[in-house]
């Protein structure tokens, strides 16, 4: 396929799982192992992850199933197909302890997010938020598009957010695919309130 725009392009950003499917074949590369095995040894077990994993096990039923309004959606062979792109199982409980281990230097060097962060670019869909690299900026407000909260959103509903103009951290799921924005109110609540 044709490019969108050269890479690094001032003010042009194009959201693609793709790329992250093709990542994860460069680590598979570079390193000689799954994907798995690469999460497992660098995340799951540096942080003491117990109940991550990456969904591989289409029968696995640990998980439970996510919704789309009131409909369960059963997709397991989907979430078993996407490991590099978030095809992860984790806990709220542990999502915070990966998020603070991301912000604060413990899995890279901390000036490292500094240039995840350098290059915000406006994105209208699938939602609206700055997207740097491999990172997003949720506003708090729609008047406050310049502060907003550090992270990324699951494609389940899955959330795990930086607030750094007051130090909170926000990890959780709303178990929906069309949550997010139940997720950001409420968040943005709690973000007023403290």
């Known amino acids: 396929m044709k490019p969108k725009f050269k890479p690094g392009q001032k003010g042009k950003v194009h959201y693609s799982d793709t790329n992250y499917q093709l990542l994860g074949e460069i680590i598979k590369t570079i390193s000689g192992q799954s ?73 890279f060097p901390k000036n490292d997010l500094n240039e995840l962060m350098s290059n915000w670019n406006f994105l209208l869909l699938p939602g609206q938020f700055y997207y740097g690299v491999g990172i997003v900026k949720q506003p708090i407000s729609l008047v406050s598009f310049k502060n907003g909260l550090i992270g990324h959103w699951g494609q389940s509903g899955a959330f795990a957010f930086y607030y750094p103009q007051k130090d909170l951290y926000f990890t959780g799921t709303v178990n929906q695919i069309i949550g997010h924005s139940v997720a950001a109110r409420l968040i943005s609540k709690i973000i007023k309130r403290f």
């Open 35 to 107: 994907i798995h095995e690469v999460f497992r040894q660098y995340i799951f077990d540096a942080l003491n992850l117990q109940h991550s994993y990456v969904y591989e096990d289409v029968n696995d039923e640990k998980p439970l199933p996510l919704t789309y309004k009131s409909k369960q959606l059963l997709i397991p062979q989907y979430m078993s197909s996407i490991p590099a792109e978030g095809g992860i199982v984790s806990t709220a409980q542990e999502s915070m302890i990966f998020l603070k281990a991301f912000i604060n230097g413990q899995l």
